[in-house]
DNA sequence: TTTACAACATAAAACGATTTTCCTACTGTT
DNA sequence: AACAGTAGGAAAATCGTTTTATGTTGTAAA
């Protein structure tokens, strides 16, 4: 044993071990060889018997291109954040590359600081979710990596986009809610400057606009903690009583309205239709089960992989926003305005 | 413009720029050296000019020692892991190193190589919230890096352990229901050979033994899924219906049971209790509000941080388990036998 | 047998920072 | 004025790997 004590066995060390230079062992490391070589053979076995890793920081630096790919999101506690990571640290499973994930905690300064962060590594690329305002948008447009944007595009900029259709879903959401016979909708929204809130909110403006009957729309701005959007969103059924039905544009909307109306004894499902914009699990497990727009999570990820991949490749076909579409998963609190349920029942739905 | 195009500026080009040697500008950036120098100075308007940012992995590999911090958890969907890694992001926040998390999706396989892939970095320390075997414990214990294990202890290790007193807290919780004259019990649990539900079992059992009144207490272990579990809890509240209490000892089986309950119209609060080991938002916001032991993530976290640094830094006091003490939340479904809300109102809890 | 060429191992340079060593210039003391 | 001591910058070595350049060996063609 002649490598030094203390620390982990270098390639040199292998080198020595099993009689050959270091940059040979770097070949057969990286498969620059034949199959079935003794020497290659020789190397793994000194690679064995040392209990020799590569250092990936040395490895890295050298080749001046990391295999770090950088994701950025607002916060790790939001389930739909939460999922998008898996799945990303998913897609990137079997590929050289793996996710670096850190969160801005919705705060636009910690978000530069972990932006900047990263350029140092330097990581090969970044997936960011932007957080609420877009004072990002320079260092991103600049940035001498490849940015992929997910889930909130950054106005008047040309970047990478992977997101949902929110004006579609919720536009087919609020439509939905008019065929069944709803007249007095509750919309309740977020004002944080979220521009997926602002996509979903004109959505629905539209899909109300091409209704011909006369509506009652009660736009409300809840706020963002759950406590304080079941105050108003009570408040508003409170002073609405013919209110038929809630459609929440975002997750923690839903949470509230749901507290709202089980305080009241509002019937969810029977009296008043609730829909979702964003699934989580505890809306298909509570009866009834809340209705909900659901975002293709794995869809994001496949596609802002894919997208974030071919640009480090540089292949430079320009950038481009892509929407994927969202689905509308039919429970039971989506009921007709007479109180009819019309969908299919909890049970059918599981068996599919 | 001198600078290679193309790359980054390196810490030669501010040199050039500053007309001083890189070594120079090192102890510049490092603090080694007096305020309100000239040369200083010189030095970072230099790197303000040309927009220099250390190039974080050739730093760390000339230290070898990185300033990065593994941290491996089961699941990033897992709410509790979820607001673990917040946390712990926020403990790293202002010192010198960083989190960089990865999940091994409950995964023994995907675990090995994650802490492998973290060996190889090299990380300075590993925070690792073990899977359901241990099968990563030759692993760590011979890991030449300082680990520190979170929320799950690994049997028969002298390893550093940070978790929560799962067996005191079940305990209590159990004690509680039998102060409320709860004598049929329902407890849900999970079977996978996860250490803590073993631990809350234990807690369970004893505090049943401890007390004289005949009792009835249904074990049931659900499987990890919420619609399995809702089957199975229903089906045993079918079967047993002088059931006045359900005790669940993990986070998913509490939507079951409360799904289970709504289902065959059960009033929770009133003629059943429901106990939930581990909080969820939701579950402060439906109603009747869902009792819940709550564990005590942020210091958790605290004390992790605290652990690993201490171990980085080399100071070998023995290894130890740490336990920190749940918090019983008196909700509604926590009520007396006889169906009496024994506890203060939900706004009053609000208050504090 | 000679020449050309392929194959492949070794030696050395490089990645970008930090740290050690060396040397110069300055300060202060006698 | 001569010398010791010191401060601090420049130069060089270094971290562990990959890559380039160089050299050697062996095979095939002429």
């Known amino acids: 044993m002649d490598r030094k004590i203390g620390s982990r066995p270098s390639i040199r060390d292998v080198a020595r071990s099993a009689g050959v230079s270091p940059g040979c062992v770097s070949n057969v490391i990286n498969g620059r060889r034949k199959q079935d070589d003794p020497i290659g053979r020789a190397v793994h076995e000194a690679i064995e018997k040392l209990g020799y890793r590569r250092n990936t920081i040395a490895s890295n630096l050298r080749r001046s291109q990391s295999r770090f790919i950088g994701l950025v999101i607002p916060d790790f506690e939001n389930p739909f954040f939460a999922e998008l990571v898996a799945q990303l640290e998913q897609q990137a499973e079997g590929t050289q590359y793996r996710i670096v994930a850190t969160s801005s905690r919705e705060d636009p300064e910690i978000e530069l600081r972990e932006l900047d962060e990263l350029a140092g590594w330097p990581v090969a690329g970044i997936l960011l979710v932007p957080s609420m305002d877009s004072r990002?948008?320079?260092?991103?447009?600049?940035?001498?990596?490849?940015?992929?944007?997910?889930?909130?595009?950054?106005?008047?900029?040309?970047?990478?986009?992977?997101?949902?259709d929110n004006f579609e879903a919720s536009a087919e959401g609020m439509r939905r809610l008019l065929e069944l016979g709803h007249r007095r909708i509750l919309i309740a929204y977020l004002d944080d400057g979220i521009v997926n809130v602002d996509e979903r909110l004109a959505g629905v403006r539209a899909a109300a606009a091409q209704h011909s009957d006369e509506l009652e729309v009660n736009f409300l701005a809840t706020g963002p903690d759950?406590?304080?959007?079941?105050?108003?969103?009570?408040?508003?059924?409170?002073?609405?009583?013919?209110?038929?039905?809630?459609?929440?544009?975002?997750?923690?909307?839903?949470?509230?309205?749901?507290?709202?109306?089980?305080?009241?004894?509002?019937?969810?499902?029977?009296?008043?239709?609730?829909?979702?914009?964003?699934?989580?699990?505890?809306?298909?497990?509570?009866?009834?089960?809340?209705?909900?727009?659901?975002?293709?999570?794995?869809?994001?990820?496949?596609?802002?992989?894919?997208?974030?991949?071919?640009?480090?490749?540089?292949?430079?076909?320009?950038?481009?926003?892509?929407?994927?579409?969202?689905?509308?998963?039919?429970?039971?609190?989506?009921?007709?305005?007479?109180?009819?349920?019309?969908?299919?029942?909890?049970?059918?739905?599981e068996q599919v």
Not at 140 to 161: A, E, F, G, H
Not at 265 to 284: E, I, K, P, V
Request: aromatic content about 4%; charged content about 20%.
């Open 136 to 164: 990002c948008k320079p260092v991103i447009q600049t940035s001498d990596k490849p940015v992929v944007v997910i889930d909130r595009i950054i106005p008047d900029s040309d970047l990478d986009v992977i997101a949902v």
């Open 226 to 349: 759950v406590e304080g959007a079941r105050q108003r969103i009570g408040d508003l059924l409170d002073e609405n009583p013919g209110t038929t039905a809630i459609f929440c544009l975002f997750n923690s909307a839903t949470l509230a309205a749901y507290g709202a109306a089980q305080a009241r004894n509002l019937r969810l499902g029977q009296g008043l239709a609730l829909l979702s914009f964003d699934d989580s699990t505890w809306m298909s497990q509570v009866q009834p089960a809340v209705a909900a727009i659901i975002q293709p999570v794995a869809e994001i990820a496949r596609q802002a992989w894919e997208r974030i991949l071919t640009r480090i490749d540089a292949e430079t076909e320009p950038a481009g926003i892509v929407r994927v579409r969202c689905e509308l998963s039919q429970r039971e609190t989506l009921i007709a305005a007479n109180g009819v349920q019309e969908s299919a029942s909890r049970t059918t739905e």
